[in-house]
């Protein structure tokens, strides 16, 4: 994917996502003049990418109003917005589109923040967006053009896969399924090695066991765009040891049920934070 845009794009943040995201751009072919970091401490990787691409490096909030940006990223913790935000209120308009990567803040929360009036996105990614490998829901008001939701998701598509939500309320299930999913995976990986160790292998490798194996699955997820439930069935073999395994966790009590559970405290979590 190339990416290019004619007006600047301002990074508020360079955490761990919001490093991850000028990445994808500069790896993406995103003019470094047209990238404006605000950020209070940025490490010296980050400085480096700006000095190599030649993006700039702000700590006054102030300087955006005269650079016109085309989009304003969001990337503070959440707990930052309510002391920020307001300090941007003067780039509200209709040609500038804020868009928002934190968690539990909804539309409504943000725009009262800028003062009213913005043009707004609100995106869930996940931390596989850190290597390029994420996937990000988004979702826009009404004041958001097609053109601007458009500019959002390609540079969200510099983190990965990006889908495009028709309602703000789908962004607590979002949550549950993608935005905390990666936590599922790992923990996952965590049981396999622990189950292992209990059948009696030695714990390092039975984690290298887990590791690769639900990393190679993944591999095959992608490569083959098979469906999952094809790819299940072409490994377990009637009366095999998977068969078996397989027999507990398709069980009334078994894996579908625990999901069930755990995704529907997470949503459930989702909506109380963005109360």
Known sequence: MSLSMSRPVVLLGAGKMGGAMLSGWLASGLSG?????????????????????????????????????AVVVLAVKPQMMGDILPRLARLVGPETVFLSIAAGLSIAQLDGFLGGGACLVRTMPNTPASVGRGVTAMVANDRVSEEMSALCADLLAAIGEVVVLEDEVLIDAVTAVSGSGPAYVFHMVEAMAAAGVALGLPADLSMILARKTIEGSGEMMRQLDTPTGELRQNVTSPGGTTAAALEVLMGPHGLSELMNKALTAARDRSKELGT
Do not use: Y
């Open 33 to 69: 003049d047209l990238v404006h970091v605000l950020d209070p401490m940025p490490s010296e990787a980050l400085r480096g990418q700006l000095e190599t691409h030649g993006g700039h490096h702000n700590t006054a909030v102030e300087v955006l109003a005269e650079i016109n940006p």
